[in-house]
C-alpha cells in the first residue's frame, strides 16, 4: 500500500531569504526574485508574488513585509525580525520615513490580530 504525503513544493520564503541575505548583487531586487523558482509554490500563490522589476526596492519591502505578516499571522517580534531581514536584502535604511511606516503599519495590524 502506497502512503502519500501532503508536502508543497519548493521551501519556505522565509529560510529562503536567510539563505541569500549575504549574497553579493548589482541590483538587490534579484536576491528576492532569484528565490521565486525555488520558494513554495502554495505560499507563492497566497503572497501572490511575482517577479516585477517596475518595482522598487521599498515598494517590494513593503509588499513583502504587509503580505509574509498577514499571511504567517506574525506576532510583533517576528515582524521586527523579518523587516530587518529584507531591510538588509534590499540594502534600506531602516531611517527611511516609509521603511519606518510600513513596520509601524503591520506592528499595529498584528496588536489586532493579538487580541482576537
Known amino acids: 500500500m502506497a502512503v ?30 532569484a528565490l521565486l523558482r525555488l520558494a513554495n ?9 511575482k517577479a516585477d522589476y517596475s518595482m522598487s526596492t521599498l515598494d517590494i519591502y513593503e509588499y513583502l513585509l504587509a503580505a509574509w505578516s498577514r499571511y504567517k499571522r506574525l506576532g510583533e517580534f517576528e ?9 538588509d536584502i ?11 511606516n510600513a513596520l509601524e503599519a503591520e506592528v499595529v495590524l498584528s496588536r489586532g490580530r493579538s487580541i482576537k
Do not use: C
Open 4 to 33: 502519500f504525503t501532503y508536502g508543497p513544493p519548493g521551501f519556505s520564503l522565509d529560510i529562503l531569504l536567510k539563505g541569500v541575505q549575504n549574497w553579493e548583487s548589482s541590483d538587490s531586487r534579484d536576491k528576492i526574485y
Open 90 to 100: 534590499l540594502q534600506l535604511s531602516s531611517l527611511d520615513e516609509r521603511v519606518q
Open 41 to 49: 509554490n502554495i505560499e507563492l500563490y497566497n503572497l501572490k508574488l
Open 79 to 87: 515582524i521586527h525580525n523579518f523587516a530587518r531581514l529584507l531591510q
